[in-house]
Protein backbone atom coordinates (compact mmCIF):
# COMPACT_ATOMS: atom_id res chain seq x y z
CA UNK A 1 0.00 0.00 0.00
CA UNK A 2 1.14 3.69 -0.98
CA UNK A 3 -0.09 6.57 0.78
CA UNK A 4 0.65 10.21 0.22
CA UNK A 5 -0.84 12.93 2.30
CA UNK A 6 -2.38 16.18 1.38
CA UNK A 7 -0.87 18.19 4.01
CA UNK A 8 2.63 17.09 2.81
CA UNK A 9 2.52 18.67 -0.38
CA UNK A 10 2.10 22.44 -1.74
CA UNK A 11 -0.75 24.32 -1.82
CA UNK A 12 -0.82 26.84 -4.61
CA UNK A 13 -3.58 27.98 -7.06
CA UNK A 14 -4.51 30.48 -9.74
CA UNK A 15 -6.97 33.19 -9.57
CA UNK A 16 -9.82 32.97 -6.71
CA UNK A 17 -8.99 29.55 -6.59
CA UNK A 18 -6.45 27.52 -3.92
CA UNK A 19 -5.66 24.04 -4.37
CA UNK A 20 -2.82 20.93 -3.63
CA UNK A 21 -2.48 18.86 -6.97
CA UNK A 22 -1.96 15.38 -5.55
CA UNK A 23 -2.46 13.53 -9.29
CA UNK A 24 -0.46 15.24 -11.90
CA UNK A 25 0.40 12.24 -14.27
CA UNK A 26 3.75 12.72 -16.32
CA UNK A 27 1.30 12.86 -19.30
CA UNK A 28 0.65 16.55 -18.42
CA UNK A 29 4.15 17.13 -16.88
CA UNK A 30 3.70 15.83 -13.47
CA UNK A 31 6.58 15.77 -10.64
CA UNK A 32 8.38 14.08 -8.05
CA UNK A 33 5.92 15.00 -5.35
CA UNK A 34 2.74 13.85 -7.13
CA UNK A 35 1.67 10.90 -8.20
CA UNK A 36 0.80 9.57 -11.86
CA UNK A 37 -2.80 8.03 -12.17
CA UNK A 38 -4.38 5.20 -13.28
CA UNK A 39 -5.38 4.13 -16.71
CA UNK A 40 -7.36 7.63 -18.04
CA UNK A 41 -7.39 9.04 -14.86
CA UNK A 42 -4.56 11.94 -14.79
CA UNK A 43 -5.24 15.07 -12.31
CA UNK A 44 -6.73 14.94 -8.85
CA UNK A 45 -6.49 18.54 -6.79
CA UNK A 46 -8.41 19.16 -3.97
CA UNK A 47 -9.61 22.51 -3.61
CA UNK A 48 -11.14 25.16 -2.19
CA UNK A 49 -12.72 28.65 -3.44
CA UNK A 50 -12.16 31.66 -1.78
CA UNK A 51 -15.02 33.54 -1.07
CA UNK A 52 -16.70 35.12 -4.12
CA UNK A 53 -13.65 33.39 -5.85
CA UNK A 54 -13.83 32.09 -9.30
CA UNK A 55 -11.44 30.69 -12.15
CA UNK A 56 -12.27 32.75 -14.70
CA UNK A 57 -13.44 31.96 -18.32
CA UNK A 58 -10.83 29.21 -19.92
CA UNK A 59 -11.59 26.77 -22.38
CA UNK A 60 -10.42 22.95 -22.22
CA UNK A 61 -10.55 20.21 -25.38
CA UNK A 62 -9.95 16.44 -25.75
CA UNK A 63 -10.04 16.73 -21.98
CA UNK A 64 -13.15 15.19 -19.23
CA UNK A 65 -13.18 17.25 -15.83
CA UNK A 66 -15.30 16.05 -13.14
CA UNK A 67 -15.79 18.27 -10.13
CA UNK A 68 -17.35 16.73 -6.72
CA UNK A 69 -18.47 19.54 -4.30
CA UNK A 70 -17.78 18.54 -0.98
CA UNK A 71 -19.01 21.72 0.99
CA UNK A 72 -20.57 25.27 -0.27
CA UNK A 73 -21.56 25.30 -4.10
CA UNK A 74 -20.33 26.98 -7.16
CA UNK A 75 -21.99 28.26 -9.93
CA UNK A 76 -21.49 27.11 -12.88
CA UNK A 77 -21.10 29.51 -16.15
CA UNK A 78 -20.53 28.03 -19.35
CA UNK A 79 -20.56 27.22 -23.33
CA UNK A 80 -22.55 23.91 -21.67
CA UNK A 81 -25.58 23.94 -19.03
CA UNK A 82 -24.82 27.59 -18.48
CA UNK A 83 -26.19 28.87 -15.19
CA UNK A 84 -26.06 25.78 -13.28
CA UNK A 85 -25.60 25.65 -9.84
CA UNK A 86 -23.33 22.59 -8.00
CA UNK A 87 -23.98 22.42 -3.74
CA UNK A 88 -22.10 19.43 -1.31
CA UNK A 89 -22.76 16.23 -2.40
CA UNK A 90 -23.17 17.07 -6.13
CA UNK A 91 -20.62 16.02 -8.76
CA UNK A 92 -20.60 17.18 -12.61
CA UNK A 93 -18.85 15.82 -15.16
CA UNK A 94 -17.68 17.91 -18.76
CA UNK A 95 -16.36 16.30 -21.90
CA UNK A 96 -14.44 18.41 -24.19
CA UNK A 97 -14.03 16.29 -26.74
CA UNK A 98 -13.20 17.96 -30.15
CA UNK A 99 -15.73 20.39 -29.90
CA UNK A 100 -13.97 21.88 -26.91
CA UNK A 101 -15.81 23.99 -24.23
CA UNK A 102 -15.34 27.00 -22.07
CA UNK A 103 -16.17 27.18 -18.38
CA UNK A 104 -16.07 29.57 -15.42
CA UNK A 105 -16.93 28.69 -12.04
CA UNK A 106 -17.82 30.87 -9.66
CA UNK A 107 -17.88 30.63 -5.61
CA UNK A 108 -21.28 32.41 -4.78
CA UNK A 109 -20.84 32.54 -0.97
CA UNK A 110 -18.80 35.05 1.65
CA UNK A 111 -17.13 31.55 2.82
CA UNK A 112 -14.84 29.02 1.06
CA UNK A 113 -16.00 26.20 -0.59
CA UNK A 114 -14.22 22.90 -1.34
CA UNK A 115 -14.41 20.95 -4.33
CA UNK A 116 -12.17 17.98 -5.64
CA UNK A 117 -10.97 18.93 -9.23
CA UNK A 118 -10.76 15.40 -11.33
CA UNK A 119 -9.29 15.05 -15.15
CA UNK A 120 -9.43 12.04 -17.10
CA UNK A 121 -8.60 11.88 -21.03
CA UNK A 122 -11.22 10.73 -23.36
CA UNK A 123 -9.71 6.91 -24.36
CA UNK A 124 -11.36 8.24 -28.46
CA UNK A 125 -10.35 11.96 -30.18
CA UNK A 126 -12.99 14.28 -31.47
CA UNK A 127 -15.80 13.59 -29.37
CA UNK A 128 -18.71 15.98 -29.19
CA UNK A 129 -19.01 18.40 -25.72
CA UNK A 130 -21.18 16.48 -23.11
CA UNK A 131 -22.34 17.17 -19.80
CA UNK A 132 -23.62 14.83 -17.02
CA UNK A 133 -25.00 15.92 -13.07
CA UNK A 134 -25.16 13.15 -10.65
CA UNK A 135 -26.67 13.16 -6.91
CA UNK A 136 -24.61 11.32 -4.15
CA UNK A 137 -26.88 8.72 -2.84
CA UNK A 138 -25.92 8.02 0.76
CA UNK A 139 -24.42 4.60 1.75
CA UNK A 140 -24.16 4.00 -2.45
CA UNK A 141 -20.80 4.30 -4.59
CA UNK A 142 -22.28 5.97 -7.24
CA UNK A 143 -20.52 5.98 -11.04
CA UNK A 144 -19.86 9.51 -12.33
CA UNK A 145 -17.63 8.22 -14.91
CA UNK A 146 -16.64 5.19 -17.25
CA UNK A 147 -18.42 2.73 -18.70
CA UNK A 148 -19.41 1.24 -22.01
CA UNK A 149 -20.26 3.76 -25.48
CA UNK A 150 -23.80 1.61 -25.35
CA UNK A 151 -25.19 3.23 -22.06
CA UNK A 152 -25.11 7.23 -21.65
CA UNK A 153 -25.76 7.60 -17.89
CA UNK A 154 -22.33 8.46 -18.47
CA UNK A 155 -19.00 9.00 -20.10
CA UNK A 156 -17.78 6.42 -21.51
CA UNK A 157 -13.76 4.67 -20.63
CA UNK A 158 -12.62 1.90 -19.43
CA UNK A 159 -11.44 3.85 -16.72
CA UNK A 160 -14.18 4.02 -13.56
CA UNK A 161 -14.78 6.73 -11.42
CA UNK A 162 -16.96 6.32 -8.39
CA UNK A 163 -18.14 8.61 -5.15
CA UNK A 164 -19.28 7.61 -2.09
CA UNK A 165 -21.25 9.88 0.69
CA UNK A 166 -20.60 6.50 3.40
CA UNK A 167 -22.13 6.37 6.84
CA UNK A 168 -19.92 5.20 10.43
CA UNK A 169 -19.21 1.09 9.63
CA UNK A 170 -20.45 1.54 6.12
CA UNK A 171 -18.29 -0.84 3.98
CA UNK A 172 -16.78 -0.89 0.28
CA UNK A 173 -15.36 -3.45 -1.70
CA UNK A 174 -13.57 -3.75 -4.82
CA UNK A 175 -11.17 -6.15 -7.10
CA UNK A 176 -8.04 -5.27 -8.71
CA UNK A 177 -5.79 -1.98 -8.59
CA UNK A 178 -7.25 0.91 -7.34
CA UNK A 179 -6.71 4.59 -6.56
CA UNK A 180 -8.67 5.76 -3.53
CA UNK A 181 -9.13 9.35 -1.92
CA UNK A 182 -10.39 10.14 1.45
CA UNK A 183 -12.26 13.18 2.72
CA UNK A 184 -14.48 14.74 5.02
CA UNK A 185 -13.71 11.46 7.66
CA UNK A 186 -11.67 8.79 8.08
CA UNK A 187 -11.88 5.25 8.08
CA UNK A 188 -9.92 1.86 7.66
CA UNK A 189 -8.07 1.00 4.23
CA UNK A 190 -7.26 -2.61 3.56
CA UNK A 191 -5.87 -2.73 7.90
CA UNK A 192 -4.82 0.94 7.68
CA UNK A 193 -6.50 3.84 9.52
CA UNK A 194 -7.14 6.70 6.83
CA UNK A 195 -8.26 10.29 7.15
CA UNK A 196 -9.22 13.20 5.28
CA UNK A 197 -6.88 14.15 2.64
CA UNK A 198 -5.41 10.37 2.45
CA UNK A 199 -4.93 9.31 -1.27
CA UNK A 200 -4.12 5.70 -1.16
CA UNK A 201 -3.47 3.21 -4.05
CA UNK A 202 -3.48 -0.20 -3.32
CA UNK A 203 -4.91 -3.80 -5.23
CA UNK A 204 -8.34 -4.83 -4.03
CA UNK A 205 -10.29 -2.34 -1.84
CA UNK A 206 -11.69 -3.08 1.90
CA UNK A 207 -12.90 0.19 3.14
CA UNK A 208 -14.88 0.59 6.38
CA UNK A 209 -16.06 4.43 7.22
CA UNK A 210 -15.29 5.60 10.99
CA UNK A 211 -17.29 8.20 10.92
CA UNK A 212 -20.31 9.52 9.17
CA UNK A 213 -20.91 11.39 5.74
CA UNK A 214 -17.14 10.33 4.88
CA UNK A 215 -16.71 10.73 0.85
CA UNK A 216 -14.90 8.16 -0.45
CA UNK A 217 -13.38 8.95 -4.55
CA UNK A 218 -12.46 5.58 -6.31
CA UNK A 219 -10.81 5.12 -9.38
CA UNK A 220 -10.27 1.95 -10.85
CA UNK A 221 -9.93 -0.05 -14.19
CA UNK A 222 -13.19 -2.51 -15.62
CA UNK A 223 -12.28 -3.93 -18.67
CA UNK A 224 -16.07 -5.16 -19.25
CA UNK A 225 -17.22 -2.21 -18.16
CA UNK A 226 -20.08 -3.12 -16.17
CA UNK A 227 -21.92 -0.44 -14.54
CA UNK A 228 -22.48 -1.49 -10.67
CA UNK A 229 -24.28 1.59 -9.43
CA UNK A 230 -25.73 4.56 -10.98
Given at each position: MQILRRDSLHRGGFAGLRETRLIVDNKIGGKNDTWNGLGSFIYLADARFLPQGETHMHPHRELDVITVM????????????????????????????????????????????????????????????SYKFYDLKKDK??????????????????????????SKNNNVTQEGEFIAYITCGEGILNGVEVKDGDLVRDEDLDFTALSDDVHLSLIYLNTVNEQRSI
Open positions: LEGRIEHQGSMENGKSMQANQVQAQRAGGEGFVHNEINPDLDENRMLQIWALPETAGEPAMVRVYGGNKSQNVTLDSHTIIEVGLL
